[in-house]
Protein backbone atom coordinates (compact mmCIF):
# COMPACT_ATOMS: atom_id res chain seq x y z
CA UNK A 1 0.00 0.00 0.00
CA UNK A 2 1.52 3.21 -1.03
CA UNK A 3 2.13 6.05 1.27
CA UNK A 4 -1.17 8.42 0.94
CA UNK A 5 -0.32 12.05 0.13
CA UNK A 6 -1.23 15.22 2.10
CA UNK A 7 -1.67 18.71 1.34
CA UNK A 8 0.51 19.93 3.76
CA UNK A 9 0.12 23.67 3.68
CA UNK A 10 -1.90 25.70 0.67
CA UNK A 11 -2.70 29.40 0.42
CA UNK A 12 -4.94 31.31 -1.33
CA UNK A 13 -4.91 35.15 -2.75
CA UNK A 14 -8.36 36.33 -3.88
CA UNK A 15 -10.18 39.34 -3.24
CA UNK A 16 -7.29 41.20 -1.89
CA UNK A 17 -7.25 38.83 0.77
CA UNK A 18 -4.58 35.96 1.59
CA UNK A 19 -5.19 33.06 3.11
CA UNK A 20 -3.15 30.53 4.37
CA UNK A 21 -4.54 26.91 5.51
CA UNK A 22 -7.81 28.93 6.22
CA UNK A 23 -6.94 31.86 8.45
CA UNK A 24 -6.59 35.55 6.86
CA UNK A 25 -3.18 36.39 6.85
CA UNK A 26 -3.35 40.00 4.98
CA UNK A 27 -5.82 41.66 3.83
CA UNK A 28 -5.74 45.32 1.80
CA UNK A 29 -8.94 46.57 0.25
CA UNK A 30 -9.49 48.80 -2.36
CA UNK A 31 -6.02 49.83 -3.79
CA UNK A 32 -5.89 47.53 -6.57
CA UNK A 33 -3.68 44.94 -8.27
CA UNK A 34 -0.38 45.97 -8.76
CA UNK A 35 -0.26 48.32 -5.38
CA UNK A 36 -1.63 44.98 -3.49
CA UNK A 37 0.72 43.08 -4.63
CA UNK A 38 3.65 45.60 -3.65
CA UNK A 39 2.36 46.17 -0.24
CA UNK A 40 2.01 42.46 0.16
CA UNK A 41 5.71 41.96 -0.67
CA UNK A 42 6.28 44.29 2.15
CA UNK A 43 4.11 43.01 4.36
CA UNK A 44 5.88 39.91 4.07
CA UNK A 45 9.50 41.21 5.00
CA UNK A 46 11.17 39.59 2.16
CA UNK A 47 14.51 41.00 0.47
CA UNK A 48 14.16 39.90 -2.85
CA UNK A 49 14.86 43.04 -5.90
CA UNK A 50 14.23 40.92 -8.61
CA UNK A 51 10.09 40.86 -7.25
CA UNK A 52 9.96 44.39 -8.95
CA UNK A 53 11.06 43.02 -12.44
CA UNK A 54 8.18 40.71 -12.33
CA UNK A 55 4.63 40.72 -13.96
CA UNK A 56 1.41 41.00 -12.01
CA UNK A 57 1.23 37.50 -12.61
CA UNK A 58 4.80 35.97 -11.64
CA UNK A 59 4.06 38.60 -8.35
CA UNK A 60 0.98 36.74 -7.38
CA UNK A 61 1.46 33.49 -7.82
CA UNK A 62 5.38 33.36 -6.72
CA UNK A 63 3.99 36.20 -3.06
CA UNK A 64 1.55 32.73 -3.23
CA UNK A 65 4.58 30.71 -3.01
CA UNK A 66 6.20 32.34 -0.39
CA UNK A 67 3.55 32.12 1.95
CA UNK A 68 3.02 28.86 1.16
CA UNK A 69 6.61 27.87 2.31
CA UNK A 70 6.94 30.16 5.17
CA UNK A 71 7.84 27.86 7.94
CA UNK A 72 7.63 24.80 6.02
CA UNK A 73 11.04 23.13 6.92
CA UNK A 74 10.35 20.17 4.78
CA UNK A 75 11.63 21.78 1.71
CA UNK A 76 15.32 21.32 2.62
CA UNK A 77 14.73 17.27 3.46
CA UNK A 78 14.74 17.01 -0.26
CA UNK A 79 16.77 17.43 -3.05
CA UNK A 80 16.47 19.88 -5.66
CA UNK A 81 15.43 17.71 -8.19
CA UNK A 82 12.94 16.15 -6.26
CA UNK A 83 10.73 19.35 -5.79
CA UNK A 84 8.86 20.19 -8.93
CA UNK A 85 5.88 22.30 -9.85
CA UNK A 86 2.35 22.04 -11.81
CA UNK A 87 0.80 25.35 -12.19
CA UNK A 88 -2.40 26.07 -14.12
CA UNK A 89 -4.36 29.17 -15.63
CA UNK A 90 -7.09 29.87 -18.12
CA UNK A 91 -5.47 33.19 -19.47
CA UNK A 92 -1.59 32.14 -20.11
CA UNK A 93 0.48 35.04 -19.49
CA UNK A 94 -2.12 37.34 -21.54
CA UNK A 95 -1.76 40.08 -19.40
CA UNK A 96 1.71 40.40 -20.10
CA UNK A 97 1.26 39.97 -23.79
CA UNK A 98 -0.87 42.88 -23.78
CA UNK A 99 1.39 44.76 -22.04
CA UNK A 100 4.12 44.30 -23.86
CA UNK A 101 2.45 44.69 -27.67
CA UNK A 102 1.48 48.17 -26.36
CA UNK A 103 5.02 48.89 -26.44
CA UNK A 104 6.01 47.08 -29.10
CA UNK A 105 7.71 49.60 -31.38
CA UNK A 106 10.30 49.89 -28.44
CA UNK A 107 10.76 46.25 -27.80
CA UNK A 108 11.98 45.22 -24.05
CA UNK A 109 13.46 41.73 -23.86
CA UNK A 110 12.26 42.76 -19.88
CA UNK A 111 8.79 42.53 -20.74
CA UNK A 112 9.29 40.22 -23.62
CA UNK A 113 10.40 37.02 -21.30
CA UNK A 114 7.18 37.73 -19.01
CA UNK A 115 4.88 36.42 -22.13
CA UNK A 116 5.10 32.84 -21.37
CA UNK A 117 2.80 31.57 -18.51
CA UNK A 118 5.63 29.17 -17.49
CA UNK A 119 8.15 32.07 -16.36
CA UNK A 120 5.67 32.03 -12.88
CA UNK A 121 7.23 28.25 -12.95
CA UNK A 122 11.15 29.82 -13.45
CA UNK A 123 10.46 32.49 -11.06
CA UNK A 124 9.34 29.89 -8.22
CA UNK A 125 12.45 27.58 -9.07
CA UNK A 126 14.80 30.25 -8.93
CA UNK A 127 13.78 31.81 -5.68
CA UNK A 128 13.80 27.91 -3.87
CA UNK A 129 16.68 25.87 -5.87
CA UNK A 130 13.88 23.29 -6.93
CA UNK A 131 14.98 21.89 -10.03
CA UNK A 132 12.40 18.71 -10.49
CA UNK A 133 9.85 18.20 -12.83
CA UNK A 134 7.75 21.06 -14.04
CA UNK A 135 4.79 22.08 -15.77
CA UNK A 136 2.39 24.52 -16.51
CA UNK A 137 -1.35 23.77 -18.45
CA UNK A 138 -4.16 25.99 -19.21
CA UNK A 139 -7.73 25.36 -18.46
CA UNK A 140 -11.10 27.48 -18.78
CA UNK A 141 -11.37 26.74 -14.91
CA UNK A 142 -9.54 25.49 -12.04
CA UNK A 143 -9.80 21.76 -12.53
CA UNK A 144 -8.66 19.81 -9.14
CA UNK A 145 -9.29 16.45 -10.99
CA UNK A 146 -6.47 17.11 -13.32
CA UNK A 147 -4.47 18.34 -10.70
CA UNK A 148 -4.66 15.33 -8.04
CA UNK A 149 -3.94 12.58 -11.30
CA UNK A 150 -0.71 14.16 -12.77
CA UNK A 151 0.57 15.16 -9.03
CA UNK A 152 -0.27 10.84 -8.13
CA UNK A 153 1.65 10.12 -10.89
CA UNK A 154 4.63 11.98 -10.65
CA UNK A 155 4.96 10.66 -6.83
CA UNK A 156 3.61 7.12 -7.62
CA UNK A 157 6.40 7.04 -10.61
CA UNK A 158 8.84 8.92 -8.03
CA UNK A 159 9.42 11.37 -10.28
CA UNK A 160 8.74 14.04 -6.98
CA UNK A 161 8.61 13.80 -2.93
CA UNK A 162 7.77 17.39 -3.14
CA UNK A 163 5.12 19.31 -5.42
CA UNK A 164 4.09 22.91 -5.20
CA UNK A 165 0.35 22.67 -7.42
CA UNK A 166 -2.23 24.80 -8.08
CA UNK A 167 -3.96 27.68 -10.06
CA UNK A 168 -2.87 31.60 -10.86
CA UNK A 169 -4.44 33.86 -13.30
CA UNK A 170 -4.27 37.28 -14.00
CA UNK A 171 -6.36 39.40 -16.48
CA UNK A 172 -6.98 43.24 -15.62
CA UNK A 173 -8.28 43.56 -12.26
CA UNK A 174 -9.18 39.74 -12.04
CA UNK A 175 -6.77 37.54 -10.39
CA UNK A 176 -6.55 34.33 -8.01
CA UNK A 177 -3.62 32.02 -6.58
CA UNK A 178 -4.33 29.19 -4.66
CA UNK A 179 -1.22 26.88 -4.27
CA UNK A 180 -0.82 23.82 -2.52
CA UNK A 181 2.21 21.97 -0.90
CA UNK A 182 1.87 18.02 -1.56
CA UNK A 183 4.11 15.35 -0.08
CA UNK A 184 3.78 12.37 2.43
CA UNK A 185 5.30 14.64 4.96
CA UNK A 186 2.66 15.34 8.06
CA UNK A 187 2.41 18.78 9.63
CA UNK A 188 -0.40 20.74 12.05
CA UNK A 189 -1.75 21.79 8.95
CA UNK A 190 -1.94 19.08 6.68
CA UNK A 191 -5.50 17.75 4.86
CA UNK A 192 -5.76 14.62 2.35
CA UNK A 193 -4.89 15.19 -1.04
CA UNK A 194 -8.28 14.98 -2.42
CA UNK A 195 -9.93 16.66 -4.98
CA UNK A 196 -12.87 18.01 -3.22
CA UNK A 197 -10.10 19.19 -0.38
CA UNK A 198 -8.78 21.36 -3.38
CA UNK A 199 -11.67 22.35 -4.69
CA UNK A 200 -13.24 23.65 -0.80
CA UNK A 201 -9.80 25.84 -0.79
CA UNK A 202 -10.18 27.05 -4.20
CA UNK A 203 -13.40 28.02 -3.48
CA UNK A 204 -12.18 29.45 0.21
CA UNK A 205 -14.33 27.28 2.35
CA UNK A 206 -12.41 24.95 4.84
CA UNK A 207 -11.74 22.04 3.90
CA UNK A 208 -12.52 19.23 6.78
CA UNK A 209 -9.75 18.14 8.75
CA UNK B 1 3.81 -0.18 -17.60
CA UNK B 2 1.99 -0.40 -20.59
CA UNK B 3 4.17 -0.05 -23.98
CA UNK B 4 2.91 3.25 -25.70
CA UNK B 5 3.89 3.26 -29.84
CA UNK B 6 3.55 5.77 -32.02
CA UNK B 7 0.81 4.59 -34.53
CA UNK B 8 0.63 7.62 -37.16
CA UNK B 9 2.41 11.05 -37.17
CA UNK B 10 2.43 13.98 -39.33
CA UNK B 11 4.31 17.73 -40.11
CA UNK B 12 2.84 20.57 -41.88
CA UNK B 13 5.20 22.85 -42.49
CA UNK B 14 6.50 25.05 -44.96
CA UNK B 15 8.20 21.71 -46.71
CA UNK B 16 5.39 20.01 -47.08
CA UNK B 17 1.92 18.55 -45.34
CA UNK B 18 2.80 15.33 -44.66
CA UNK B 19 5.95 13.48 -42.65
CA UNK B 20 7.07 12.00 -46.07
CA UNK B 21 6.76 15.29 -48.02
CA UNK B 22 8.79 16.70 -45.32
CA UNK B 23 11.41 13.67 -44.01
CA UNK B 24 12.15 13.57 -48.47
CA UNK B 25 12.89 17.54 -48.71
CA UNK B 26 15.38 17.14 -45.40
CA UNK B 27 16.87 14.47 -47.27
CA UNK B 28 17.54 16.12 -49.75
CA UNK B 29 19.06 19.31 -48.15
CA UNK B 30 15.55 22.10 -48.28
CA UNK B 31 15.55 23.98 -45.76
CA UNK B 32 12.36 25.81 -45.59
CA UNK B 33 14.39 29.31 -43.94
CA UNK B 34 14.06 32.10 -46.37
CA UNK B 35 14.57 36.25 -46.05
CA UNK B 36 11.45 37.52 -45.60
CA UNK B 37 10.80 41.64 -46.50
CA UNK B 38 7.87 42.15 -44.30
CA UNK B 39 5.83 44.36 -42.24
CA UNK B 40 6.59 42.29 -39.16
CA UNK B 41 10.18 43.60 -38.99
CA UNK B 42 12.25 46.91 -40.19
CA UNK B 43 14.82 44.91 -41.72
CA UNK B 44 15.20 41.45 -43.55
CA UNK B 45 15.09 38.73 -41.42
CA UNK B 46 15.26 34.78 -42.14
CA UNK B 47 12.24 32.90 -41.02
CA UNK B 48 10.47 29.70 -42.00
CA UNK B 49 6.98 30.87 -43.14
CA UNK B 50 4.04 29.45 -44.34
CA UNK B 51 3.20 31.55 -47.93
CA UNK B 52 0.01 33.30 -47.50
CA UNK B 53 -2.03 31.22 -49.28
CA UNK B 54 -1.55 28.18 -47.88
CA UNK B 55 -4.97 25.99 -48.11
CA UNK B 56 -6.10 24.16 -45.29
CA UNK B 57 -8.61 20.96 -45.52
CA UNK B 58 -10.61 22.50 -42.75
CA UNK B 59 -14.13 23.04 -43.22
CA UNK B 60 -14.44 26.85 -45.07
CA UNK B 61 -18.03 27.51 -43.13
CA UNK B 62 -15.82 27.58 -39.38
CA UNK B 63 -13.82 31.17 -39.06
CA UNK B 64 -11.31 29.38 -37.36
CA UNK B 65 -7.60 31.21 -36.67
CA UNK B 66 -4.40 30.41 -38.55
CA UNK B 67 -3.10 28.76 -35.34
CA UNK B 68 -6.57 26.70 -35.29
CA UNK B 69 -6.10 25.52 -39.12
CA UNK B 70 -2.64 24.35 -39.16
CA UNK B 71 -3.53 22.29 -35.84
CA UNK B 72 -6.71 20.69 -37.53
CA UNK B 73 -4.69 20.33 -40.47
CA UNK B 74 -1.80 18.24 -39.11
CA UNK B 75 -4.04 16.14 -36.76
CA UNK B 76 -6.68 15.49 -39.82
CA UNK B 77 -4.00 14.26 -41.67
CA UNK B 78 -2.06 12.25 -38.54
CA UNK B 79 -6.30 10.72 -37.44
CA UNK B 80 -6.36 9.18 -40.85
CA UNK B 81 -3.48 6.91 -40.64
CA UNK B 82 -3.83 6.03 -37.44
CA UNK B 83 -7.61 4.42 -37.37
CA UNK B 84 -8.53 5.96 -33.98
CA UNK B 85 -12.18 6.76 -32.78
CA UNK B 86 -12.13 10.30 -31.37
CA UNK B 87 -15.27 9.28 -30.13
CA UNK B 88 -14.44 6.57 -27.81
CA UNK B 89 -13.73 7.88 -23.69
CA UNK B 90 -10.06 6.14 -23.70
CA UNK B 91 -8.97 8.97 -26.70
CA UNK B 92 -7.11 12.30 -25.25
CA UNK B 93 -6.12 15.39 -27.58
CA UNK B 94 -3.32 17.23 -26.07
CA UNK B 95 -2.68 20.44 -27.69
CA UNK B 96 0.45 22.20 -27.08
CA UNK B 97 2.00 25.98 -28.27
CA UNK B 98 3.93 28.76 -27.10
CA UNK B 99 2.35 31.44 -28.35
CA UNK B 100 -1.16 30.23 -29.72
CA UNK B 101 -3.04 32.88 -31.17
CA UNK B 102 -1.46 35.84 -29.63
CA UNK B 103 -1.13 37.55 -33.17
CA UNK B 104 -4.63 38.52 -32.97
CA UNK B 105 -3.10 41.25 -30.45
CA UNK B 106 -1.83 43.05 -34.03
CA UNK B 107 -5.22 42.59 -36.08
CA UNK B 108 -7.96 43.18 -34.29
CA UNK B 109 -9.21 45.28 -31.42
CA UNK B 110 -8.57 43.94 -28.10
CA UNK B 111 -11.61 44.04 -25.69
CA UNK B 112 -13.01 40.80 -23.65
CA UNK B 113 -14.04 39.06 -27.06
CA UNK B 114 -10.73 39.33 -28.28
CA UNK B 115 -9.63 38.21 -24.71
CA UNK B 116 -12.10 34.82 -25.18
CA UNK B 117 -10.96 34.25 -29.06
CA UNK B 118 -7.42 34.25 -27.84
CA UNK B 119 -7.73 32.26 -24.94
CA UNK B 120 -5.72 28.48 -26.04
CA UNK B 121 -9.49 26.56 -23.90
CA UNK B 122 -11.24 28.41 -26.62
CA UNK B 123 -9.30 27.15 -29.36
CA UNK B 124 -8.99 23.76 -27.72
CA UNK B 125 -13.24 23.67 -27.56
CA UNK B 126 -13.30 24.52 -31.42
CA UNK B 127 -10.75 21.92 -32.25
CA UNK B 128 -12.76 19.49 -30.31
CA UNK B 129 -15.80 19.98 -31.72
CA UNK B 130 -14.28 20.16 -35.25
CA UNK B 131 -13.22 16.24 -34.99
CA UNK B 132 -15.42 15.12 -32.15
CA UNK B 133 -13.15 13.93 -28.97
CA UNK B 134 -16.00 13.70 -26.03
CA UNK B 135 -12.95 14.00 -23.29
CA UNK B 136 -12.11 17.54 -22.71
CA UNK B 137 -8.65 17.95 -23.98
CA UNK B 138 -5.21 19.31 -22.50
CA UNK B 139 -3.24 22.09 -23.14
CA UNK B 140 0.43 22.82 -22.52
CA UNK B 141 2.23 26.44 -22.97
CA UNK B 142 5.64 25.91 -21.22
CA UNK B 143 7.47 27.96 -23.57
CA UNK B 144 10.17 25.96 -25.95
CA UNK B 145 9.22 22.53 -24.63
CA UNK B 146 5.48 22.53 -25.10
CA UNK B 147 5.27 19.85 -27.56
CA UNK B 148 7.98 17.96 -25.69
CA UNK B 149 6.16 17.87 -22.39
CA UNK B 150 2.92 17.27 -24.44
CA UNK B 151 4.19 13.54 -25.99
CA UNK B 152 5.58 13.27 -22.43
CA UNK B 153 2.54 13.80 -21.06
CA UNK B 154 0.58 11.60 -23.42
CA UNK B 155 2.97 8.72 -23.07
CA UNK B 156 2.14 9.33 -19.13
CA UNK B 157 -1.28 8.87 -19.25
CA UNK B 158 -1.52 5.20 -21.43
CA UNK B 159 1.84 3.94 -19.40
CA UNK B 160 -1.34 4.55 -16.07
CA UNK B 161 -4.16 2.90 -17.83
CA UNK B 162 -5.76 6.11 -17.55
CA UNK B 163 -5.98 6.11 -21.86
CA UNK B 164 -5.33 4.15 -24.68
CA UNK B 165 -5.52 6.42 -27.31
CA UNK B 166 -3.73 9.98 -27.18
CA UNK B 167 -3.53 12.50 -29.99
CA UNK B 168 -0.41 15.11 -29.21
CA UNK B 169 -0.57 18.41 -31.33
CA UNK B 170 1.06 21.63 -31.39
CA UNK B 171 1.40 24.69 -33.25
CA UNK B 172 3.03 27.95 -33.83
CA UNK B 173 2.86 31.19 -35.54
CA UNK B 174 5.32 34.13 -35.87
CA UNK B 175 4.26 37.52 -36.40
CA UNK B 176 5.24 40.84 -35.41
CA UNK B 177 4.91 40.11 -31.74
CA UNK B 178 6.93 37.14 -31.61
CA UNK B 179 9.74 38.18 -33.73
CA UNK B 180 10.33 41.88 -32.12
CA UNK B 181 10.27 39.85 -28.87
CA UNK B 182 13.23 37.56 -30.02
CA UNK B 183 15.13 40.39 -31.86
CA UNK B 184 14.83 42.57 -28.54
CA UNK B 185 17.00 39.56 -26.96
CA UNK B 186 18.91 40.45 -30.22
CA UNK B 187 18.65 36.69 -30.16
CA UNK B 188 17.65 36.74 -33.98
CA UNK B 189 20.42 35.27 -36.72
CA UNK B 190 21.55 37.60 -39.74
CA UNK B 191 21.23 34.54 -41.77
CA UNK B 192 20.67 30.81 -42.15
CA UNK B 193 21.68 29.62 -38.51
CA UNK B 194 24.44 27.62 -37.45
CA UNK B 195 23.44 24.94 -34.69
CA UNK B 196 26.82 24.30 -32.89
CA UNK B 197 28.52 26.27 -35.07
CA UNK B 198 31.90 28.35 -34.15
CA UNK B 199 30.46 30.96 -35.82
CA UNK B 200 26.84 30.86 -34.91
CA UNK B 201 25.15 34.25 -34.15
CA UNK B 202 21.40 33.43 -33.26
CA UNK B 203 18.11 31.85 -34.23
CA UNK B 204 15.87 31.63 -37.25
CA UNK B 205 12.00 31.62 -36.29
CA UNK B 206 9.76 29.12 -37.72
CA UNK B 207 5.75 28.09 -38.52
CA UNK B 208 4.64 24.72 -38.17
CA UNK B 209 2.58 22.23 -36.74
CA UNK B 210 2.82 18.74 -35.85
CA UNK B 211 1.10 15.59 -34.59
CA UNK B 212 1.94 12.59 -33.19
CA UNK B 213 -1.33 9.61 -31.94
CA UNK B 214 0.30 7.72 -29.52
CA UNK B 215 -1.68 4.34 -28.49
CA UNK B 216 -1.45 1.27 -26.11
CA UNK B 217 -1.95 -0.74 -29.51
CA UNK B 218 0.84 -1.90 -31.91
CA UNK B 219 -0.46 -0.98 -35.41
CA UNK B 220 2.67 -2.15 -37.24
CA UNK B 221 5.72 -4.83 -36.44
CA UNK B 222 8.05 -1.77 -37.26
CA UNK B 223 6.16 0.46 -34.21
CA UNK B 224 8.58 2.94 -32.45
CA UNK B 225 7.68 3.33 -28.97
CA UNK B 226 7.68 6.51 -26.57
CA UNK B 227 9.62 4.70 -23.87
CA UNK B 228 10.26 7.39 -21.02
CA UNK B 229 10.42 11.31 -20.69
CA UNK B 230 11.74 13.79 -18.20
CA UNK B 231 11.66 17.27 -17.49
CA UNK B 232 13.46 19.64 -15.30
CA UNK B 233 14.22 23.11 -14.30
CA UNK B 234 17.83 25.07 -14.32
CA UNK B 235 16.45 27.40 -11.09
CA UNK B 236 19.07 29.68 -12.65
CA UNK B 237 17.64 32.33 -14.92
CA UNK B 238 14.14 32.61 -16.33
CA UNK B 239 15.55 33.81 -19.95
CA UNK B 240 19.65 32.45 -20.04
CA UNK B 241 20.28 28.53 -20.17
CA UNK B 242 21.87 26.80 -17.13
CA UNK B 243 25.57 27.66 -17.13
CA UNK B 244 26.80 23.80 -16.88
CA UNK B 245 24.14 21.96 -18.66
CA UNK B 246 23.46 19.82 -15.26
CA UNK B 247 19.73 20.11 -15.18
CA UNK B 248 19.33 19.30 -18.70
CA UNK B 249 22.13 16.49 -17.93
CA UNK B 250 19.59 15.70 -15.08
CA UNK B 251 16.62 14.86 -17.78
CA UNK B 252 18.61 12.67 -20.12
CA UNK B 253 19.59 10.57 -17.02
CA UNK B 254 16.38 10.46 -15.73
CA UNK B 255 14.61 9.49 -19.01
CA UNK B 256 18.03 7.22 -19.61
CA UNK B 257 17.08 5.28 -16.27
CA UNK B 258 13.54 4.64 -16.92
CA UNK B 259 13.98 3.37 -20.09
CA UNK B 260 16.85 1.14 -18.38
CA UNK B 261 19.89 2.13 -20.92
CA UNK B 262 23.15 2.46 -20.89
CA UNK B 263 24.76 5.48 -23.17
CA UNK B 264 25.80 2.21 -25.49
CA UNK B 265 22.50 1.86 -25.88
CA UNK B 266 21.73 5.68 -27.43
CA UNK B 267 22.10 5.81 -31.40
CA UNK B 268 21.44 9.45 -31.88
CA UNK B 269 20.54 13.00 -30.23
CA UNK B 270 18.09 15.24 -31.59
CA UNK B 271 19.17 18.28 -30.09
CA UNK B 272 17.13 21.41 -29.19
CA UNK B 273 19.90 23.35 -30.97
CA UNK B 274 18.83 26.80 -31.51
CA UNK B 275 22.42 27.90 -32.79
CA UNK B 276 22.53 30.68 -29.96
CA UNK B 277 26.10 31.03 -28.02
CA UNK B 278 24.54 30.14 -24.84
CA UNK B 279 21.91 27.41 -25.80
CA UNK B 280 24.44 25.04 -27.97
CA UNK B 281 26.97 25.29 -25.19
CA UNK B 282 24.27 24.15 -22.53
CA UNK B 283 23.01 21.51 -24.59
CA UNK B 284 27.22 20.27 -25.48
CA UNK B 285 27.64 20.55 -21.62
CA UNK B 286 24.72 18.16 -20.90
CA UNK B 287 25.58 15.74 -23.48
CA UNK B 288 29.46 15.70 -22.62
CA UNK B 289 27.58 14.98 -19.03
CA UNK B 290 25.82 12.32 -20.04
CA UNK B 291 28.16 10.41 -21.91
CA UNK B 292 27.17 10.64 -25.34
CA UNK B 293 29.89 12.49 -26.99
CA UNK B 294 30.49 9.91 -29.27
CA UNK B 295 26.57 9.56 -30.43
CA UNK B 296 25.80 11.55 -33.05
CA UNK B 297 24.00 14.95 -32.64
CA UNK B 298 21.57 16.78 -34.70
CA UNK B 299 20.24 20.14 -34.65
CA UNK B 300 17.15 20.77 -37.74
CA UNK B 301 16.57 24.19 -36.80
CA UNK B 302 18.35 25.53 -40.25
CA UNK B 303 15.83 23.56 -41.93
CA UNK B 304 12.59 24.68 -40.02
CA UNK B 305 13.80 27.38 -37.82
CA UNK B 306 12.67 27.41 -34.50
CA UNK B 307 9.16 26.98 -34.82
CA UNK B 308 8.95 27.55 -30.55
CA UNK B 309 5.68 25.59 -28.94
CA UNK B 310 5.74 22.89 -32.19
CA UNK B 311 10.02 21.97 -32.39
CA UNK B 312 9.21 19.37 -29.90
CA UNK B 313 6.47 17.42 -31.91
CA UNK B 314 8.31 18.56 -35.69
CA UNK B 315 11.83 17.29 -34.66
CA UNK B 316 10.71 13.80 -32.68
CA UNK B 317 8.37 13.15 -35.97
CA UNK B 318 11.54 13.09 -37.67
CA UNK B 319 13.26 11.53 -35.15
CA UNK B 320 10.37 8.79 -35.40
CA UNK B 321 11.28 8.61 -39.01
CA UNK B 322 14.87 8.57 -39.10
CA UNK B 323 14.44 5.03 -36.32
CA UNK B 324 12.43 3.84 -39.37
CA UNK B 325 14.53 4.64 -41.87
CA UNK B 326 17.67 3.63 -40.36
CA UNK B 327 18.51 6.96 -41.43
CA UNK B 328 20.56 10.20 -39.31
CA UNK B 329 19.87 13.56 -40.70
CA UNK B 330 22.61 16.16 -40.51
CA UNK B 331 22.99 19.27 -39.04
CA UNK B 332 22.07 21.71 -41.44
CA UNK B 333 24.29 25.11 -40.93
CA UNK B 334 27.26 23.28 -39.04
CA UNK B 335 30.63 23.20 -40.62
CA UNK B 336 33.06 24.27 -37.96
CA UNK B 337 32.57 22.54 -34.10
CA UNK B 338 31.89 25.84 -32.01
CA UNK B 339 31.34 24.00 -28.54
CA UNK B 340 33.66 23.08 -25.64
CA UNK B 341 32.75 19.58 -25.60
CA UNK B 342 33.90 17.06 -27.66
CA UNK B 343 30.23 16.08 -29.29
CA UNK B 344 29.72 14.56 -32.33
CA UNK B 345 27.67 17.06 -34.32
CA UNK B 346 26.19 14.84 -37.05
CA UNK B 347 27.44 16.94 -40.88
CA UNK B 348 25.92 14.31 -43.55
CA UNK B 349 23.43 11.72 -43.54
CA UNK B 350 24.28 8.30 -42.10
CA UNK B 351 22.10 4.86 -42.84
CA UNK B 352 23.02 2.82 -40.37
CA UNK B 353 20.60 0.08 -38.30
CA UNK B 354 19.89 2.24 -35.84
CA UNK B 355 17.27 1.55 -32.69
CA UNK B 356 17.17 4.71 -30.00
CA UNK B 357 17.46 8.42 -29.93
CA UNK B 358 17.21 10.83 -27.04
CA UNK B 359 15.13 13.87 -28.66
CA UNK B 360 16.12 16.99 -26.20
CA UNK B 361 14.50 20.86 -25.69
CA UNK B 362 14.92 23.76 -23.40
CA UNK B 363 12.98 26.82 -22.88
CA UNK B 364 12.42 30.47 -21.13
CA UNK B 365 11.59 30.06 -17.99
CA UNK B 366 14.85 27.68 -17.47
CA UNK B 367 12.78 24.71 -18.67
CA UNK B 368 13.93 21.26 -19.93
CA UNK B 369 12.55 17.80 -21.62
CA UNK B 370 14.02 14.91 -22.74
CA UNK B 371 12.40 11.89 -24.55
CA UNK B 372 13.63 8.33 -25.49
CA UNK B 373 11.73 6.52 -28.58
CA UNK B 374 12.96 3.26 -29.36
CA UNK B 375 11.96 0.30 -31.84
Not at chain 2, 146 to 175: F, W
Amino acid sequence: MKEPLHIISNCVIADESVIKNGEVLYSDKNVGLSSFLVQLYKFLHIDYPKFYKMDNLSKLGWLASEVLLKDENIVKHYNPEEIGLLLTNANSSLEADVKYFQTIEMASPALFVYTLPNILNGEICIRNNFKGENACFIFETFNAAFIKEYVDDLFANNKLKLCICGWADVIGETYKAALFLIGKDVAASSIDFTEENMDKIFEGLNAQL
Amino acid sequence: MKDVFIIADNIFSPLGSTTKENFDALLHDISAVKEHHNAFADEPYYAALFNNDFSLPASPEKNYTKFEKLIIASVDEALKQSGINVKDDKTLLIISTTKGNISLLESEVYDEQLQKKIALHTSAKLITAHFGFINQPLIISNACISGSLAIITGMRVIQSGKYDNVVVTGADIITKFILSGFKSFQALSNGLCKPFDADRNGINLGEAAATVVLSSNRKNADGIKVISGAVSNDANHISGPSRTGNELYQCIAAAMDDARLSKENIDFISAHGTATIYNDEMEAKAIALAGLTSQPVNSLKAFYGHTLGAAGLVESVISIESLQQNTILPTKGFEVHGVSQPINVCKQIIHKQINTCIKTASGFGGCNAAIIFSK
